[in-house]
């Protein structure tokens, strides 16, 4: 830990004097982008065959024991977000998890939409494989829906992980064989952990950390994109979190935003918004990067 917390501090103090290095109107030193990208760009994830937008609304900005910031707005609030989100910027990208406690919110705005043309990724602390089969259909339930796009194990650790959620992997395997979901992944949240997903063909989509500064990283950004192109390389959907370092680069986003479309390593990102003006506003930025 204390070696990990040396590495992040170091990384996140070189990507400040990055940052620093430039201005928001010199391109960051960065070659421009291949092609004009928008938040509402339709992307495949990985070889899941799934379609969805390149940003995904985040549902989980501080989001633990049942609540977000996101929840915390309100029911008819957060939905509306959600609904403006896809109506007026092209969202189709849910991102939630139990430990939020927002599968209700992102349900009242799904039963509004057509079913098929949304994406609901959710995520799953449970490791238990008997408590997770029952925890599928409670999510189904509170998300209102007969299954769902994406299912991460969230939040893993461990070096080993792959070894020892064996008993969970395998209860979403089955899912993905019912048609309860149609594919399955992991966030992770250490280096080892990367590692792990990296190498395991039973990953199909990871969420990963990945912003300049190394804040809120599994480690510095080159070690970490060096993970991510091993699962691009295997054909892993990738969808990237932390983009704004967990709010380090609130007041950088274009910056921020820039550098993860300049990595050419993510299919799609999640980003929490907590006002339809600062949803605007990232999707602004995203189309003028």
């Known amino acids: 830990m204390l070696r990990r917390d040396f590495l992040r501090r170091t990384a996140k103090g070189l990507g400040a004097v990055w940052l620093a290095s430039n201005s928001p109107t010199s391109t960051l030193g960065l070659e421009p982008l291949a092609k004009k990208i928008t938040a509402h760009d339709e992307v495949t994830l990985g070889k899941t065959g799934i379609r969805t937008s390149r940003l995904a609304m985040g549902t989980g900005t501080v989001g633990f024991g049942g609540a977000s910031n996101q929840t915390r707005l309100g029911s008819n609030p957060f939905t509306r977000l959600l609904l403006d989100g896809y109506h007026e910027n092209g969202l189709r990208f849910f991102d939630t998890a139990d430990s939020y406690g ?21 995520k799953s602390d449970i490791r238990e494989p008997d408590r997770l089969r029952s925890a599928l259909d409670r999510y189904r339930r509170e998300l209102g829906t007969d299954y769902i796009d994406i299912l991460l194990i969230h939040c893993v650790t461990e070096g080993d992980w792959t070894t020892r959620y064996r008993g969970a992997m395998d209860v979403l395997s089955e899912a993905k064989q019912k048609g309860i979901i149609r594919a399955h992944g992991c966030s992770c949240h250490t280096i080892e952990a990367l590692r ?76 929490g918004a907590e006002s339809r003006k600062e949803q605007d506003d990232l999707t602004q930025k995203i189309a003028a990067a």
């Open 102 to 122: 927002s599968h209700p919110n992102v349900r009242e705005a799904v039963k509004q939409l057509p079913r098929d043309k949304v994406v609901i990724m959710t």
């Open 196 to 271: 792990a997903a990296a190498a395991s063909p039973w990953v199909e989509v990871d969420l990963v950390r990945l912003n300049p500064i190394g804040s809120h990283m599994d480690a510095d950004p080159d070690t970490v994109l060096k993970e991510i192109k091993k699962m691009r390389a295997d054909g892993k959907g990738i969808v990237g979190m932390k983009i704004l370092g967990q709010g380090d680069l609130r007041d950088r986003p274009a910056e921020a935003i820039r550098y993860a479309l300049s990595t050419g390593v993510l299919d799609a990102f999640t980003i």
